[in-house]
């Protein structure tokens, strides 16, 4: 079965010294790894210190919020894989809604992304998810299967077992209005189609799929009982410490 993945988004959040207390405050509260992968994805100016403070063979693995798909060159203010896995990174988050809308990323530059990452042993977890006047004109499945085929075109299965999807509704984001359990589970379970059909069936039985959209330790239980859950991407949930270690302690829900 598909080990629950907890991913703390920081987004433009903590510094670098803020990155290490935090890391303290959350080993202080969870000494042992919880029956769950986690990983957080501070920015990048806080990524080697939290590197440190993580040490070698922490259960929190590292993450990064965005990269470019080119390795080096004439990018101002582009981070590239090579960059990232040499600090330690061993996930990046590509095309967060954020990305989508607030810096006009499309599907073509995060299917780049998607293949720089791969290229240099970084796991992709590639947001997708619908604004809520594609919700309400019925255009969800739509949307988010179109996110995804153009964003993983051209991936081999082997690919995929390196890819993880986060369903992310562009309305729940930030708004402390989260998807109920049944209107995550409804998309969870057509994206797992959608890779099944585009792919295969192992893949899409392996593939790990995240919700995300005002997570928080009220409502991450509920979200993780369904077996087509596999975890959480967390933002404003995931600054806190207390709140974070809460969240980590409700994902070692036993899976079948
Ligand atoms: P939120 O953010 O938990 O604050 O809604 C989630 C995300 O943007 O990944």
Known sequence: MRRHLIVGNWKMNKTASEAVAFIRDVRERMPA??????????????LESARNA?????WIGLGAQNIHWETHGAFTGEVSAPMLRELGCRYVIVGHSERRTLFGERDEAIQKKVQAALK?????ILCVGESLTDREAGRTESVVTAQISNSLTGLTRGDLANVTIAYEPVWA??????????QA?????????????GWNRETASAIRILYGGS?????????????AI???????????????????????????
């Open 54 to 58: 993580l040490g070698p063979s922490s």
């Open 33 to 46: 790894s919880p029956h769950a992968d986690v990983v957080i994805a501070p920015p990048f100016t806080a």
């Open 120 to 124: 240099h042993g970084l796991s992709p």
């Open 230 to 256: 596999d975890g959480a991407l967390v933002g404003g949930a995931c600054l806190n410490p207390d709140s974070f270690a809460t969240i980590l302690r409700l994902a070692q829900i036993p899976r079948a």
């Open 185 to 197: 589970v409804t998309v969870h379970r057509l994206i797992r189609l959608f890779v099944e059909a």
């Open 215 to 227: 997570v928080t330790p009220q409502n991450v239980e509920s979200l993780l009982a369904s077996d």
């Open 173 to 182: 984001i930030g708004t402390g209005r989260a998807a109920t359990t049944e």
